[in-house]
């Protein structure tokens, strides 16, 4: 069991509404250009940090088409936001999300880094790889790099980022002014690194934040991702329907970081979720049914389902004959989301409008009711060892208020939630320990040797 | 001759002192970590802005030896940077370095249009090509880009980006919510780009800023880096040490604009420069010379010279013996400034020693003195037609508030530069036109024919 005091509580931050959110735009409550306006983002972060929330968080793609919805259109670049957040917010943590597969990792490390620093140790990484092909024609590749690559490609990736940030020892500047001595040089620490899939030789030119390096986030449902995760995550950001589910998730995940050799209580697992508060549940579930018929829209949604195969145009398939035979279809893309609907059809044998109509019907999320209801759904979660917090994604402001006024302070009440911030850096509030500098346990092991 | 009402004024912020300056930190005006802590560069941004001064210059480089000086060792990103400023100030333009020699263009563009959006249109690019051959190897390739290459690529590369920037026209979001429009697709491009240097396929998925694009500065003293200024650059960062050398220069890169068909008022030449103010020209001059003091460390020169030569190692050589024949190398490093030693060496018949006693040796910048000569300076170098403007270093706050409090009032009675901000954005501020989207004007002209 998870240690109660400790629900870890993010806030996913999507201007415009999140992937399926065709219509959050058309809500009086959200301008229409929210993803684009710094101001907007400003506000939901100082109200998730007055609601003391452990972060919040952007997520990201790159590649659009014209029906892609409103938030993907139009955004602003993860690492930017949050940099201006940094300074207009004091406590809570600033989540990013940046894929692997077309960025280097020497400006991946220098402008975590920078994050990092800017923001007194709250800047955390949520690594992906690049599920949409259309990626690679905007980084100027011939092909999408398939999915073990991509897997290879994240891990190798991640440990040259982390190797990058601990280029410089924590005493590495004296900058004593008596002696004129700025730098310790034996504390600085070139990378050089020939791999698979990438060289590196130098070092990085920024000091470690408070936090001793940004928090690794994981996303990816798949063998390989779960096992990147088990390997590199020490939040995973995922998706699961059930407590049980929930709990299976988590204790695999738990189990792959141990045979990585690390302690299961540095990965915590936070799925995202869509919350809605009501006077009552019913009053919830109404809510999140006029949401549903907000957001509905069959013909963007035809055009949707073709993202996991590539951007894929079903439009030229008839709708009402069986869902069409796709082969290996999917497989470089998003391969879980793909093999999920290739399964949905076949064994429901459903027509391809049908499958339309099965993947954009409003869902039902279990964290929907009343405060008391949340509450209670939460607190099950977590006793249950399904989870180690949540990534909350709520629709309007006045629905945030609500949770921020109306369930936070029963888990406040029942000491699942925290009062205060514990740390002034995210791994502090996230219970995550500080990871010294690599080059310094060495040396030590070597003088004990 | 230019428009006297129209001197712009940059402040080059660099935390621990510019490439020269290995004393800085030793200043107790100036906190050792100054490079890495947001709030020295937030403090120095809203002085600029209380000044009234156009715009922040954040220089860049990447790759290091322990013998960098300290800004260099240890700083942030700029863009990330700039993005934390930008929520700091309200009028002041931010100009962030980043080379055209590692990025890719979508990340380029998307990162500026970015932190465009977030300061309500006062983002700038200072382009620069790495001249670090160590850059390199932090990036994985195996040599550094030749001299002609790089530029080749920054041509290529900057046109690109502007490109991406005009994905969507202004008015591409109706956000209409009667009709449940959020995006007119026939006002979105995609870039279908194959040229010799880059590939890129697809739209960026972030809309224009108030002021359309970010303004292209440019720094590049050389035959090539001239032409590409001509062609791109609306800023040019220089280094010029008289009025008739800077008319020289200025008339040059004029020339060059206009034989790329555009119009020479869209070209301001905005030198960097070293500014001291005293109470008397006598008073200033000492301080300038304290200065050179401080900065004075013959170990840390002689390392310094081997950058303009891809850090090669001149401690290997006599320093009482003639300056050592170097050949070819340097030409693919920072050429202009090799060549130029290379000349003085070989001219004055000096030995290493000598060459290095010559370069580190303190400067004396022609913008030293009274606020009055000061002052009186820069109008002869404005009316004169060296310059547009200047990107002013200023070594401590102390001398940033003399420079605020006793020049700028004099630019200010003589009608030299403004009282108030003309306008919200960059562009505005600096007179620079607002370039329309690419395909409006396709359009436009279409029609018309």
């Known amino acids: ?45 100082r109200a998730a940090e007055r609601a003391r929330f452990d972060h919040v ?3 990201d793609s790159q590649f659009i088409t014209p029906d892609s919805p409103p938030h993907y259109l139009n955004r602003l670049e993860p690492l930017t936001l949050l940099s201006a957040l940094a300074v207009a917010t004091e406590r809570i943590g600033l989540i990013g999300t940046l894929s692997t597969s077309y960025d280097e990792p020497f400006s991946v490390a220098r402008r975590f ?18 599920g949409d092909e259309g990626t690679a024609g905007l980084f100027g590749r011939d092909q999408h790099l398939d999915y073990g690559q991509r897997y290879g490609r994240a891990l190798e990736h991640v440990r040259l980022v982390q190797r990058l940030w601990d280029s410089y020892e924590d005493d590495a500047f004296p900058r004593d002014r008596e002696r004129g001595v700025f730098l310790d040089p034996t504390r600085l620490h070139a990378v050089d690194h020939v791999g698979e899939h990438f060289r590196v030789h130098g070092p990085l030119n920024i000091q470690r934040s408070p936090q001793g390096q940004p928090v690794i986030f994981q996303a990816g449902d798949s063998d390989q991702g779960r096992d990147l995760g088990g390997a590199i995550g020490e939040g995973i950001f995922t ?11 988590r204790d695999d995940l738990r189990a792959r970081a141990v045979a990585h050799g690390r302690d299961p209580e540095t990965v915590l697992v936070v799925p ?28 963007r949604s035809l055009a949707q389902l073709g993202r996991p195969f590539g951007w894929y145009d079903f439009s030229q398939h008839d709708l009402d004959a069986p869902f069409p035979e796709l082969g290996p ?21 459903l027509t391809l409008r049908q499958v339309v109509e099965t993947i954009s019907a409003p869902k039902r999320s279990p964290f929907v009711g009343s405060a008391e209801t949340v509450a209670r759904i939460f607190t099950e979660w977590l006793d249950g060892g399904a989870v180690d917090g949540f990534n909350i994604h709520i629709r309007t402001p006045s629905q945030f208020a609500r949770f921020a006024d109306e369930v936070v302070p029963i888990l406040q009440e029942t ?10 850096t ?24």
């Open 113 to 130: 880094a920078s994050l990092d620093l800017i923001s007194g140790g709250r800047a955390g990484w949520n690594v992906v790889t690049s």
């Open 426 to 449: 995210l791994r502090g509030n996230l219970g995550l320990p500080i990871p010294e500098n690599r080059h310094a346990v060495a040396r030590r092991a070597a003088l004990a040797a």
């Open 415 to 424: 000491g699942v939630f925290r009062r205060e911030y514990e740390a002034t």
């Open 272 to 299: 995202g979720i869509s919350v809605v508060v009501g006077d009552t549940d019913e009053d919830a579930r109404a809510i999140e049914a006029e949401i549903g018929r907000q957001d509905a829209d069959f013909d």
């Open 329 to 349: 279809l999917g497989d470089r893309s998003f391969k879980t989301n793909a093999d999920a609907i290739k399964r949905l059809a076949r064994e429901q044998g």
């Open 57 to 59: 968080f952007i997520v």
């Open 1 to 45: 069991m998870t240690d109660r005091r400790r629900l870890r509580l993010g806030a996913v931050l999507v201007g415009t509404g999140g992937p399926g959110s065709h219509g959050a735009w058309k809500d009086p409550e959200i301008p229409g250009d929210a993803s684009v306006d710094v101001r907007w983002y400003v506000e939901q972060a």
């Open 239 to 249: 998706h699961q329907g059930s407590i049980e589910a929930g709990r299976a998730f």
